[in-house]
């Protein structure tokens, strides 16, 4: 295991969040938010509603920052929002999730826990030095986020559609050229 389950549950979600931006937007409705909480079920205040809605797609900018910086500059962006937000840290446990730190208090709104979590999952990613496992896909028409868990690091497309048309287009090459 690379990082802790809280982490790559963190992780894969704010990748999610930035990667329903690409077009077309997955993330523009009510039920698109839905889906997004069915896919990583966020405990605390949600309120399903269009000012939250709002709120989730006004960060994902920062997000994808967040995600794509460099390793001191993911350091300096990890402290700034840790340190524009009031934390309330306290260890919790819930449903099926063992022990785990929750970074802010589960009132506060949905988009401001999204991005704590991930800040404090990047600290991982910074202390452990593995920045090299988000990058852009490799797909040369795709902007999206690949994060890669695997343990060989050969995760190099965001979706299984991108990495697809990658191996499509090679193997029809490879036939050209014989």
Request: net charge negative; aromatic share 4%.
């Amino acid at each position: 295991m690379i990082f802790t389950d809280d982490t790559a549950d963190a992780l894969q979600a704010s990748v999610w969040l930035v990667n329903s931006a690409e077009h077309p937007d997955t993330l523009s409705t009510l039920d698109d938010e839905r889906e997004f909480l069915e896919e990583f079920p966020y405990t605390g205040r949600i309120d399903r509603d269009d000012a939250e809605l709002a709120d989730l797609r006004a960060i994902r900018p920062r997000l994808r920052g967040l995600l794509l910086a460099p390793r001191d500059e993911m350091a300096t962006r990890v402290n700034s929002v840790l340190t524009e937000t009031r934390l309330d840290a306290q260890l919790v446990r819930h449903g099926d999730t063992d022990w785990h730190l929750h970074a802010v208090g589960d009132e506060r709104p949905l988009a401001e826990r999204v991005l704590i979590e991930t800040a404090m999952a990047l600290i991982d990613v910074i202390r452990q030095d593995e920045g090299s496992r988000l990058s852009i896909c490799d797909d040369d028409t795709c902007e999206a986020i690949a994060l890669d868990l695997s343990r060989n690091r050969s995760k190099r497309y965001c979706s299984t559609a991108c990495a697809n048309r990658n191996a499509v287009a090679a193997y029809r090459a490879r036939q050209a050229e014989g």
